[in-house]
């Protein structure tokens, strides 16, 4: 049983830097996996895309607040995906979620994890 979690995250100032990563438990290297992705959910608001990497070609995608800033990658022997986060802002303050899709209509989440940028 696939169970994603993730690394703490933590207060820094703006400007700083933080990396996220997730780890996928349970899961095999050899089994299929289409993409992962990080979300976030900043308070009082709905859970949003941040960035994803479909898993065979490493192809990344993300959204316009944090292009440039942000970069997601992948160990596909070890079935985890990393988040670093750079030149943060206080915008970016919200909760984090690593997300798995194995490409079969099935979605496994990670329990979240608080990132926090003071101004």
């Known amino acids: 049983q696939t169970k994603l979690v993730e690394s703490e995250g933590g207060l820094v100032q703006a400007g700083g830097s933080l990396r996220l990563s997730c780890v996928a438990n349970?899961?095999?290297?050899?089994?299929?996996?289409?993409?992962m992705a990080w979300y976030r959910q900043p308070p009082g608001k709905e859970r949003q895309l941040v960035a994803s990497i479909t898993w065979r070609n490493g192809y990344t995608s993300y959204a316009a607040s944090v292009e440039g800033r942000f970069s997601i990658s992948r160990d596909r022997d070890k079935v985890t995906v990393d988040l670093q986060m750079n030149n943060l802002r206080p915008e970016d303050t919200a909760t984090y979620y690593c997300n798995l899709d194995d490409g079969s209509g099935r979605e496994y989440w990670g329990q979240g994890t608080q990132v926090v940028v003071s101004s």
């Open positions: 349970g899961r095999s290297s050899i089994e299929y996996t289409y993409m």
